[in-house]
């Protein structure tokens, strides 16, 4: 396992843009896919995003497409989630995930999935006030 530190989180409106980033202990971080979680009050764990070891192929949720992206920097071992255009709908804690293996799943159900994951970072939260 790796661990996992996110940060960047806080309170903003609506249309305005946050970058989270997740720092990893692991030197060899590009053997480790890595995904964004997030997690509303109430609400099951949505997954949000992942990208490769290589940082050359990443997935999105439909409700993010268009507004987040993801990118790492495997020099600094970090991951990073780039979030414009925010709604309130947005407002969750956000967790990043890592699983060793630096190809994606060819299943989206797969890439998706909680249970794929042994790492996790503690979370880091985002408000966003109409």
């Known amino acids: 396992q790796v661990l996992l530190v996110e940060s960047g989180g806080g309170s903003v409106q609506t249309g305005d843009s946050l970058k989270l980033s997740c720092a990893a202990s692991?030197?060899?971080?590009?053997?480790?896919?890595t995904a964004w979680f997030r997690q509303a009050p109430g609400k099951e764990r949505e997954f949000v995003t992942i990208?490769?070891?290589?940082?050359?192929?990443?997935f999105y949720a439909d409700s993010v497409k268009g507004r987040f992206t993801v990118s790492r920097d495997n020099a600094k071992n970090s991951v990073y989630l780039e979030m414009n255009s925010l709604k309130p709908e947005d407002t969750a804690v956000y967790y990043c995930?890592?699983?060793?293996?630096?190809?994606?799943?060819?299943?989206?159900?797969?890439?998706?999935?909680?249970?794929?994951?042994?790492?996790w970072g503690q979370g880091t939260r985002v408000t966003v006030s109409s």
């Open positions: 692991e030197s060899t971080f590009s053997n480790y896919r």
């Open positions: 995930a890592a699983e060793l293996g630096s190809i994606l799943p060819p299943s989206s159900r797969s890439r998706s999935n909680p249970n794929s994951y042994h790492s």
């Open positions: 990208i490769s070891g290589s940082g050359r192929s990443m």
